[in-house]
Structure formats: structure tokens, C-alpha cells
């Protein structure tokens, strides 16, 4: 099995990855959280201290936020887009404001 790490994320510009079935990759921990877009493939994204793993689909995207060590696994040839997650704009809700109003 062939691992890759990536090392550094910069700017808002992602890095986009070509996995071949079985390949795995060391997702970095951008300070305000990671966003991992599958455009092709199948991938299985695990990370530590989180009791599940997350299968991601074509079109699906997965949000790290926290520590600690974090792989993406390709059950399929995959293609993957990694890239820091977006600044808040200001003035905007907090993620669980924004949902506590949606329920509320």
C-alpha cells in the first residue's frame, strides 16, 4: 500500500489528488478545519478519536475540524480535492446558531 502525506494547505486553492485503488493519504489539520471533496471514487476517511469511519462518494465532501491524525483510504480508483475550509464570513452564525435557528 502506497501512502501520501500532505503537508501543507494554502490559501483557499485546493490540492487535488489521483489515488489508486488501496492508496492512502495523511489529510492535514488546517486550522480552521479541512475540507475533503470526493470528485471521483469511492474513499474511506478515518480519523482518531472519532468512533466511525465515513464512506464518501462521487459528490461528497467531508469536514475535519480538531486534532489529530486523519487518513483517506481509496476502496476505488479516486480522485480527491483537500483544501483548507473557508473562513466564516463575518457577521455570519456560528454552525450551531445557524442550525438552532433552522430548528428552532
Keep these: 500500500m502506497f501512502t ?4 501543507v494547505l494554502g490559501g483557499e486553492r485546493p490540492a487535488r489528488f ?17 475540507l ?17 469511519d465515513h464512506v464518501l ?15 483517506a483510504w481509496a476502496l476505488a480508483p479516486s480522485t480527491l480535492r483537500v483544501r483548507a475550509r473557508p ?3 463575518e457577521g455570519a452564525p456560528a454552525t450551531a446558531q445557524r442550525r438552532a435557528l433552522a430548528t428552532g
Excluded: I, N
Excluded at 489521483?18 to 479541512?34: E, F, I, Q
Excluded at 475533503?36 to 468512533?51: A, F, Q, W, Y
Design 4 to 7: 501520501k502525506t500532505l503537508k
Design 18 to 34: 489521483d489515488l489508486a485503488r488501496d492508496a492512502t493519504l495523511r489529510l492535514p489539520r488546517a486550522r480552521r478545519g479541512t
Design 36 to 52: 475533503v471533496e470526493v470528485e471521483r471514487g469511492l474513499v474511506l476517511v478515518t480519523r482518531e478519536g472519532d468512533g466511525e
Design 57 to 71: 462518494s462521487s459528490g461528497m465532501s467531508f469536514s475535519l475540524e480538531g486534532r489529530g491524525l486523519a487518513v
Design 87 to 89: 473562513a466564516r464570513r
